[in-house]
């Protein structure tokens, strides 16, 4: 193939600039895709500046993907080339252990290989991300994309979509169900329309007012500040599920206290220091505390195809490839609503 053109890093100090390298040619049951569409996770920022701890460099991120197939492989019969595919967090698994044979990679008993920054299975190299001209995956871990959606829109539900939608479907969110949703980003905006779509009685958990009337909009039955004592004191033992979508360190327990009794509160969000729990507000209800990750291949096609049905897609503002360390920036502020997605035909 030709090089490839995309934005990167060689190392955790360097803002993103572009690169060029190669992908290999696709495999039997591998397929090329020009990329369109990459939508900017805050996991990317992470990654970029190695805050986690667990970056390898040099670094194309991008795990957001929508493009156009362009080759397909002699053994690969889900795609031809002109159709629109996607590709989101994970681009390969054992395929052989009790998770991956149940159709949820991402929880492969021998690591799922992550879109970037990770080994790629097939030839050992460094997988590079979707910030990029194109991408070459198998077609297990891509998907097809309904025709009539936006697909700036769509990127965002490989990973932002995917996260909310598995723990929603898993907790089994629907009518005469009390929903809440702590956090109101990229992740909870997602929760709001998907919960809201499912049926349930939804409630918006925010830290400022301000956001109540885009709450509203995108799907809340009501809004609860959780800085008012009162307020929250009104909510205690009513709550059927509770999904927490906020990055930042906060108290688990201020939202405990709010489920009935065997009710269940998932994180999804990955708070930077290790949280404290009171034990009783388990105990005392049986409650519990869980936490979900996107979803298996299967999970992620079905998101896509009920995204189709219900036209939903996530809310975004489109930028070009050239302003990804100003929107990196702009995340740190809490400055986008509700999600960054790249252009790609900027990178030409």
């Known amino acids: 193939m030709p090089a490839t053109k995309g934005y990167g890093t060689p190392n955790a100090q360097s803002p993103l600039a572009p690169v060029s390298f190669s992908r290999r040619e696709p495999g039997p049951t591998e397929i090329a895709i020009q990329t369109l569409y990459c939508g900017v996770c805050h996991s990317d920022l992470h990654m970029a500046r190695n805050e986690w701890g667990n970056a390898v460099y040099p670094m194309v991120p991008g795990h957001e993907i929508v493009g156009r197939v362009t080759a397909v492989g002699t053994a690969s019969n889900r795609f031809k080339v002109g159709d629109i595919a996607a590709v989101g967090v994970i681009v390969d698994s054992c395929r052989h252990c009790a998770p991956c044979n149940r159709g949820e990679e991402h929880y492969c008993d021998h690591g799922a290989t992550l879109t970037y920054a990770d080994k790629d299975r097939v030839d050992g190299s460094i997988t590079m991300g979707g910030y990029s001209s194109s991408y070459v995956v198998d077609e297990r871990f891509a998907h097809t994309v309904p025709a009539n959606l936006d697909l700036a829109g769509v990127a965002p539900l490989l990973c932002a979509g995917i996260t909310t939608y598995s723990p929603l479907r898993h907790w089994k969110v629907g009518p005469g169900m009390k929903v809440g949703i702590v956090g ?156 960054f997605v790249i252009d790609m035909s900027s990178l030409t």
């Open 184 to 339: 109101l980003g990229g992740l909870g905006h997602m929760a709001l329309k998907f919960a809201h779509s499912f049926g349930a009685h939804v409630v918006q958990f925010t830290t400022s007012l301000s956001k109540k009337a885009d709450a509203m909009r995108l799907g809340a039955d009501d809004v609860v500040l959780s800085t008012d004592a009162a307020a929250m004191k009104a909510q205690a033992k009513s709550f059927d599920f509770i999904l927490d979508t906020a990055s930042a360190s906060h108290s688990y327990d201020l939202y405990l206290q709010l489920l009935k009794q065997d009710a269940t509160m998932a994180l999804v969000g990955l708070p930077g220091k290790p949280a404290s729990i009171e034990v009783g507000n388990l105990i005392f209800r049986r409650a519990a505390l869980s936490g979900s990750m996107i979803g298996g291949m299967p999970e992620t096609q079905q998101m896509l195809d009920y995204c189709g049905q219900k036209n939903i897609v996530a809310d975004v503002e489109v930028i070009p490839i050239q302003k990804i360390n100003e929107a990196f920036e702009r995340l740190l502020r809490q400055e986008v609503k509700y999600r």
